[in-house]
């Protein structure tokens, strides 16, 4: 019999099991695939990373960063994966997809307190409970889940941005070069660039603001007006918005030069690294909805993709969010339910990171809860503290997915001018916190195990 209950087998349920299993509770960790499938995963694996094969910024000076730092010394089983299948990719943690997803499975799989059930969960479960079914929460438990929380399901758009084979990238025109020479050292530049002037760019921008859209499902159809992730728009809505608004977003040319001119590109269109063995290379930003037919030949007007060959093209598909204002507190117990716990991108956190950190800190107050021990609040120094303070304070009138970022952090007591030199600050500030915090709480790094991705 299990101590405690995990829907959804995604980065958060993988996190949040693994941080109970290791605090020695036992875990049955429903994940409801292939049995009942989603629009946007293709396999059966846990923690399938869908729309980009990135977690973000490495240096503590970032965000993603920081918040991935803070994770390492909670003992993350997520982040340790990510770190074992890193690929070549700048200043970013880039990793093999497949040999990911594979690791997180076989190291949960395997554990001797965690039991993993095939099935589709319709309801929310009695007892202590963590709800990580992820932003496509199958119909019947959203449904459920909306009269717990007594409100209407929110929702927004995501897209998955094309993915070509690299032996179909024409070098030149293309080359690689990640901005500012910000190589991860491995190769010979961690992204392959294709250029365009202001002419190409025009004409491209055009005919993505013309092109035929995919039409959404019955169950994706938002009836009163169509909402999107403003961290990760479709190339056509930001395309709608102004004709420089690709040029200022994912097609921003600043920090790389065409060797061919010696001189930066008016836009640029950069690729990164998808698979362990290079072959595959994501666009990076061109997450689109567009018809698949125009989608190809749209994107073989850009240079160097002339004879793309694409292994996925962009699709877009709902995700679901509560109002986490409304529903949590900041240790992610409902409100409503003190052994019922919400982790991940349905609580309103965006990005895998940010999913992944809300598995670990509801399964270490679920542990903790389990234990006759009070839940936690992380100071909101934090990175980590400081994103679930905004999911479970934010105004609830006018809440949307939050991604990390240092916007969310309290003032530093005196404020620092240089950017650079401010977000250091911020990183030291919440690394001593939480080394305060942890060693307050008796908190110790969960161990992870060996194994090869």
Not at 62 to 87: N, P, Q, W
Not at 158 to 176: F, G, K, Q, Y
């Amino acid at each position: 019999m299990s101590d405690v209950t995990v829907v959804g087998a995604g980065l958060a349920g993988c996190e949040a099991a693994w941080q109970l299993a290791q605090r020695g509770l036992h875990v049955d960790l429903f994940e409801m695939r292939p049995l009942r499938p989603t629009p946007a995963h293709v396999s059966d694996q846990f923690a399938e990373l869908v729309c980009s094969n990135s977690l973000g910024a490495m240096r503590v000076d970032r965000a993603l960063g920081l918040l991935k730092e803070e994770m390492r010394r909670f003992g993350s089983l997520i982040i340790a994966c990510a770190d074992r299948c890193a690929l070549p990719a700048g200043g970013a943690l880039g990793v093999d997809r497949e040999g990911f997803a594979r690791a997180v499975t076989e190291a949960v799989s395997a554990h001797p307190r965690i039991a993993v059930r095939r099935e589709e969960v319709l309801t929310i479960p009695a007892g202590l409970t963590i709800l990580a079914s992820g932003p496509l929460t199958s119909n019947a438990l959203a449904e459920q889940i909306g009269h717990f929380a007594g409100q209407t399901q929110l929702y927004f758009y995501d897209a998955l941005a094309p993915i070509v084979t690299l032996e179909s990238i024409a070098m030149p025109p293309a080359w690689r070069q990640s901005r500012y020479d910000r190589d991860s050292g491995q190769s010979e530049g961690d992204y392959i660039n294709c250029p365009l002037d202001r002419a190409q760019y025009e004409a491209f921008v055009a005919a993505v603001r013309e092109a035929e859209r995919i039409e959404l499902r019955t169950f994706e159809r938002d009836p009163e007006a169509e909402r999107f992730f403003e961290g990760c728009l479709p190339i056509e809505v930001l395309a709608g918005r102004s004709v420089e608004a690709l040029a200022f977003g994912p097609m921003r040319p600043v920090g790389l030069r065409d060797p061919r001119t010696g001189r930066r590109p008016y836009a640029a269109v950069q690729l990164r690294q998808d698979d362990q063995a290079g072959a595959l290379f994501n666009i990076v930003g061109f997450q689109t909805n567009i018809k698949w037919p125009e989608q190809r030949r749209i994107l073989q007007t850009i240079p160097g993709l002339e004879q793309a060959e694409f292994v996925r093209l962009g699709q877009m598909h709902r995700n679901t969010f509560i109002n986490s204002p409304q529903l949590l507190h900041p240790t992610l117990q409902a409100r409503a339910r003190a052994d019922l716990f919400f982790a991940g991108q349905i609580t309103g956190s965006e990005g895998y990171v940010g999913s992944a950190a809300g598995g670990l800190w509801a399964g270490l107050n679920a542990a903790r809860l389990a234990a006759g021990q009070a839940p936690l609040v992380l100071p909101n120094v934090t990175m980590m503290g400081a994103l679930f303070a905004y999911l479970c304070q934010a105004d609830p009138r006018y809440f949307q997915p939050m991604k990390s970022n240092f916007g969310l952090l309290p003032e530093l007591e005196t404020h620092v001018r240089n950017k650079g030199e401010r977000y250091l600050a911020y990183a030291q500030r919440a690394l001593q916190a939480q080394a305060q915090f942890m060693a307050e709480q008796g908190l110790e790094r969960v161990e992870i195990p060996s194994f090869k991705p």
